[in-house]
């Protein structure tokens, strides 16, 4: 069978030789997890530093803060960062262990398991979410202590931003990697009807409208609030910030974008593959179901239509033994 396979295995038959041992599947998925803290990782520690120099160098305080001010920002920074890292750790470790459980025991997840794997990508989105609504609320108190409500506004508003275009980079790249075990936990079927697990994926139409707001609509808004607590400021002033919000805002527009259309266009380049494979006759095609919504439902319909084709030429071929074949 010309069927895909992924480091965690096939979904789990009830039985036959296919089995895949729960103990290489559980440090596949160690292995996962692994890698998608990395990604999360990088992917906020690259926001952080952006909103960093943009507040810090770009667009710094005006007046500019006492020097104790400033040793307390530096200070503070890397301090609640590695916070927020090590409180992000321990969530991820206790989000994991029910997957890893159920890895280990190689069956079919049950219907709570199978939610919470498809769920994995808005938890670690909001998981770093929260850390930047955090951020920006004490950093913003900080700043309210020697400079006027204005510019507090426009720190809070530059770190609010910075965190939705990272938690929406996070979103994609956890939701890509994850790919492999939604295939897993989804076992070949998208479950569907009111509450289904369906509605825990981002469909296509809003996936690719969040990408366009957190890429270049966060950079649009934050070049409006570059103007904030600036009224008295040449025009000359403002070309270092709005050229710094210009590049940070392809840049995030395009990373948010290409994942987007990635997630849309790998898996129906692989539908697309095998059902050319169909039409050169190959009825014994497979390809794995790893979406939730409707990329997973055309994925889902392609097996059911392959299945009934085979089981239509087996008839055809029962019919011919005793049958002429164009009569079957």
Same mark, same amino acid.
């Given at each position: 069978?010309?069927?895909?396979?992924?480091?965690?295995?096939?979904?789990?038959?009830?039985?036959?030789?296919?089995?895949?041992?729960?103990?290489?599947?559980?440090?596949?998925?160690?292995?996962?997890?692994?890698?998608?803290?990395?990604?999360?990782?990088?992917?906020?520690?690259?926001?952080?530093?952006?909103?960093?120099?943009?507040?810090?160098?770009?667009?710094?305080?005006?007046?500019?803060?006492?020097?104790?001010?400033?040793?307390?920002?530096?200070?503070?920074?890397?301090?609640?960062?590695?916070?927020?890292?090590?409180?992000?750790?321990?969530?991820?470790?206790?989000?994991?262990?029910?997957?890893?459980?159920?890895?280990?025991?190689?069956?079919?997840?049950?219907?709570?398991? $199978? !939610?919470?794997?498809?769920? +994995?990508?808005?938890? @670690?989105? &909001?998981? %770093?979410? *929260?850390?930047?609504?955090? #951020? /920006?609320?004490?950093?913003?108190?900080?700043?309210?202590?020697?400079?006027?409500?204005?510019?507090?506004?426009?720190?809070?508003?530059?770190?609010?931003?910075?965190?939705?275009?990272?938690?929406?980079?996070?979103?994609?790249?956890?939701?890509?990697?994850?790919?492999?075990?939604?295939?897993?936990?989804?076992?070949?079927?998208?479950?569907?009807?009111?509450?289904?697990?369906?509605?825990?994926?981002? $469909? !296509?139409?809003?996936?690719? +409208?969040?990408?366009? @707001?957190? &890429?270049? %609509?966060? *950079?649009?808004?934050?070049? #409006? /609030?570059?103007?904030?607590?600036?009224?008295?400021?040449?025009?000359?002033?403002?070309?270092?910030?709005?050229?710094?919000?210009?590049?940070?805002?392809?840049?995030?527009?395009?990373?948010?974008?290409?994942?987007?259309?990635?997630?849309?266009?790998?898996?129906?380049?692989?539908?697309?593959?095998?059902?050319?494979?169909?039409?050169?006759?190959?009825?014994?095609?497979?390809?794995?179901?790893?979406?939730?919504?409707?990329?997973?439902? +055309?994925?889902?319909?392609?097996?059911?239509?392959?299945?009934?084709?085979?089981?239509?030429?087996?008839?055809?071929?029962?019919?011919?033994?005793?049958?002429?074949?164009?009569?079957?």
């Amino acid at each position: 069978m010309a069927s895909e396979t992924t480091e965690l295995g096939s979904p789990p038959p009830d039985s036959g030789p296919e089995r895949v041992d729960g103990g290489a599947r559980t440090l596949a998925g160690r292995r996962l997890f692994r890698a998608l803290y990395r990604r999360a990782l990088a992917a906020n520690a690259l926001g952080a530093t952006l909103a960093y120099i943009y507040l810090s160098f770009v667009a710094p305080p005006q007046p500019s803060p006492p020097g104790h001010e400033l040793f307390l920002y530096l200070g503070v920074a890397p301090v609640y960062f590695l916070i927020a890292l090590a409180v992000g750790n321990q969530v991820s470790k206790r989000t994991s262990r029910p997957v890893e459980n159920w890895l280990a025991e190689n069956r079919a997840p049950s219907s709570e398991e $199978r !939610t919470l794997v498809l769920s +994995l990508p808005w938890r @670690a989105a &909001g998981l %770093g979410g *929260a850390a930047w609504l955090v #951020a /920006g609320i004490l950093f913003g108190a900080q700043t309210a202590t020697h400079h006027p409500a204005v510019y507090v506004a426009g720190v809070v508003l530059g770190i609010v931003l910075a965190g939705l275009t990272t938690t929406g980079i996070t979103f994609l790249l956890v939701e890509r990697a994850l790919r492999p075990l939604f295939a897993l936990a989804l076992a070949g079927e998208t479950p569907s009807g009111p509450g289904s697990v369906a509605a825990r994926t981002l $469909r !296509t139409a809003p996936r690719l +409208l969040v990408s366009w @707001a957190l &890429g270049s %609509g966060v *950079a649009l808004v934050a070049i #409006a /609030g570059a103007f904030l607590g600036r009224g008295d400021s040449r025009g000359d002033d403002l070309i270092g910030p709005i050229l710094f919000l210009v590049v940070a805002g392809l840049f995030a527009g395009g990373v948010l974008t290409a994942a987007a259309a990635s997630s849309i266009a790998a898996p129906v380049d692989r539908v697309r593959a095998a059902i050319e494979r169909v039409e050169a006759g190959s009825l014994d095609e497979k390809v794995l179901v790893d979406d939730g919504g409707e990329i997973g439902f +055309l994925q889902a319909g392609f097996n059911r239509m392959v299945a009934g084709l085979r089981d239509r030429e087996r008839i055809r071929d029962a019919f011919g033994t005793y049958v002429d074949r164009e009569v079957a």
